[in-house]
């Protein structure tokens, strides 16, 4: 094997991936596809819990006071709705800034100019499908200004194909099963995520059950027999 011909993310030492196995405050990257399903709530769901485990590993005083700039295309409103923000997470319900965007290009420029303020502690997008302006040389327009100006993104794509993405982190997530709640067994549980990190830079793929252990963000394996809860992603063509 010509070891100068690896990628840097996949190079061998001594038979064993370098890159670590992603978990929950492990910096991650600054573009992140979301891919889910416009049947239920669980791609911005769980764009907002990777959000927050991103930055709570930035520092304290230069987050926790910052806005967050969330944007939605026209059908991505009609298909999942606005935010509702006493349902939002308590650390950001204050601090959302929506923009309304009436089409996908509308929705795209309002995001590379968020991503180009660093006064915003992130970016969350909303896009419906696929639509044509979101090509290639689209989305590496917002990777390069998310690592210019140091600010994340974490764009959820609704019914959508994963088709070529200069995206540093992609997932396909589907609602999984809440574990039941300690002291009433009938209540609600908080809300869990099957996540299939299925390409990355910086680390090798994987499937996880994230939950919603607030305020941190919490991780298990995905067993390999527990029922696939991502057939909502899949029909949808991700």
């Known amino acids: 094997m010509d070891m100068a ?20 405050g492990l ?20 764009a907002l819990a990777l ?4 930055m709570r590993q930035q520092r304290r005083d230069a987050a ?5 700039l969330w944007v939605q295309d026209k059908e991505a409103i009609r298909l999942s709705g606005r935010p509702y923000r006493p349902g939002l997470p308590k650390a950001v ?36 499908g696929n639509p044509r302006q979101f090509d290639f040389i ?9 690592e210019k100006h140091g600010v994340a993104l974490f764009l959820v794509r609704l019914d959508a194909h994963a088709e070529l993405s200069a995206a540093r982190m992609r997932w396909r997530i589907a609602a999984a099963p809440s574990a039941p709640p300690l002291w009433n067994r009938n209540a609600p549980g908080r809300a869990a995520w099957r996540a299939e990190l ?36 899949r029909a949808a063509g991700a």
């Not at 926790?64 to 967050?68: G, L, R, S, V």
């Not at 965007?101 to 180009?116: V, Y």
């Not at 689209?138 to 998310?146: F, G, P, V």
């Open 198 to 233: 299925f390409r990355a830079r910086a680390h090798p793929p994987g499937e996880w059950i994230l939950r919603d252990d607030d305020p941190v963000l919490a991780a298990e394996s995905a067993a390999a027999t527990a029922p696939d809860h991502g057939d909502l992603v």
């Open 27 to 46: 910096s991650a990257a600054l573009y992140s596809e979301i891919f889910a399903s416009s049947r239920e709530g669980s791609g911005v769901g769980a």
């Open 93 to 128: 319900r204050d601090r959302v800034i929506h923009v309304a965007a009436q089409s996908a290009a509308d929705a795209l420029f309002a995001l590379e100019e968020g991503l180009r303020c660093r006064d915003l502690a992130c970016v969350i997008g909303e896009l419906a």
């Open 5 to 24: 011909r690896l990628p840097r993310a996949v190079e061998l030492v001594r038979g064993k991936a370098r890159n670590p196995r992603w978990r929950p």
């Open 51 to 54: 959000a927050g485990d991103t």
């Open 138 to 146: 689209a989305s590496r327009r917002l990777a390069l200004a998310t």
């Open 64 to 68: 926790e006071e910052k806005a967050i």
